[in-house]
């Protein structure tokens, strides 16, 4: 059983930055992929990256590669997702999920447990 809590959302203004932050409780933290959700008002929920296990694979979606960095710390428990270049678009609730078998996914039903989810709000 792992349980997330995300942090570090607010308000930022295009072209800034946001750090999130998925902290997760349990001691098996380090055998999970991790990943980073958005779902924006109106729309689904949709994926902006993932870590391996091993901290050694990431993936990203097309729009936010180069802006966005996933990162983990194993002996903190601790994914982060760093967010720079802001757009108003990348306005959402981030949810952090974490997934124990397999290879590093894009597809949120592989993803047994999520957190409550944060507030990013990017304004023009």
């Known amino acids: 059983q792992v349980q997330l809590v995300e942090s570090g959302g607010g308000l930022a203004q295009a072209g800034g930055s946001l750090r999130l932050s998925c902290a997760a409780s349990?001691?098996?933290?380090?055998?999970?992929?991790m990943a980073w959700f958005r779902q924006a008002p109106g729309k689904e929920r949709a994926f902006v990256a993932v870590?391996?296990?091993?901290?050694?694979?990431?993936d990203y979606a097309d729009s936010v590669n180069g802006r966005f960095t996933i990162s983990r710390d194993n002996a903190k428990n601790t994914v982060y997702l760093q967010m720079n270049s802001l757009k108003p678009e990348d306005t959402a609730v981030y949810y952090c999920?974490?997934?124990?078998?397999?290879?590093?996914?894009?597809?949120?039903?592989?993803?047994?447990?999520w957190g409550q989810g944060t507030q990013v709000t990017v304004s023009s």
């Open positions: 870590i391996s296990w091993s901290g050694r694979s990431t």
């Open positions: 999920a974490a997934d124990q078998y397999g290879d590093s996914s894009r597809n949120e039903y592989r993803y047994e447990y």
């Open positions: 349990g001691r098996t933290f380090s055998s999970y992929n």
